[in-house]
């Protein structure tokens, strides 16, 4: 490995290692205005962006466009609560690999059936907070594989280009990776909104 591809390898571990995932116990328990939601999303959320500081986490139209497509509950006297606040996270991480329709069938179960819920029915938090305890824990394995991709990579082609070729590669199995996981998403949506459509033809 030569030294620039140490310091890329390097650089995108450190950019794992520095995406935070927001704790419960860190969201605010006052509702909040819309300046204050868009400020706290992004005093949370930019240090792990390509660009932080330049990059918008979330702003106010895209919070209206999310309520108008119902991916969002209205505010309540134009203020968000906590659980508002735990459905905007889970939006965040949706929206970069899901479109509006998928993402909306995605929340719906979670919003029909826990927001507005409390700790011994279940409510958006306890989901919320179950999926963050295991992403948190799953955070070494990712790195692991980033890792083993990096290597893999780094061995397919020699030569003049190698280093070109290998950076060409490693970026190509990342995608590779990802696509499989996307359309691993994509049919599992599909699949509840067959089951949902069986469910209204009877």
Excluded: W
Excluded at 81 to 102: A, G, R
Excluded at 116 to 136: F, Q
């Amino acid at each position: 490995m030569t030294l620039d591809m140490d310091d890329l390898i390097n650089s995108i571990l450190a950019s794992v290692g520095r995406i935070d995932f927001i704790k419960g116990s860190e969201i605010p328990d006052i509702d909040l205005y819309m300046d204050q939601v868009t400020t706290f999303m992004e005093s949370r959320l930019s240090p792990s962006t390509r660009n932080p500081g330049v990059d918008k986490i979330m702003t106010k139209t895209m919070i209206n466009n999310y309520a108008k497509n119902n991916l969002l509950p209205p505010p309540v006297k134009k203020k968000y609560t906590k659980e508002h606040l735990f459905v905007l996270v889970f939006i965040y991480y949706f929206k970069n690999v899901l479109s509006i329709s998928d993402i909306n069938a995605v929340l719906k179960p979670i919003l029909d059936n826990y927001f507005g819920g409390n700790e011994e029915d279940g409510s958006v938090e306890y989901v919320y907070e179950s999926i963050r305890k295991v992403a948190v824990e799953l955070n070494d394995s990712i790195q692991q594989d980033l890792m083993e991709k990096f290597k893999l990579s780094e061995g397919i082609f020699d030569g003049p280009d190698k280093e070109m070729l290998n950076e060409f590669s490693f970026i190509t199995l990342l995608c590779m990776d990802i696509y499989v996981k996307k359309l691993i998403i994509e049919k599992m949506i599909d699949g509840f909104e067959n089951k949902k459509k069986g469910q209204d033809d009877k």
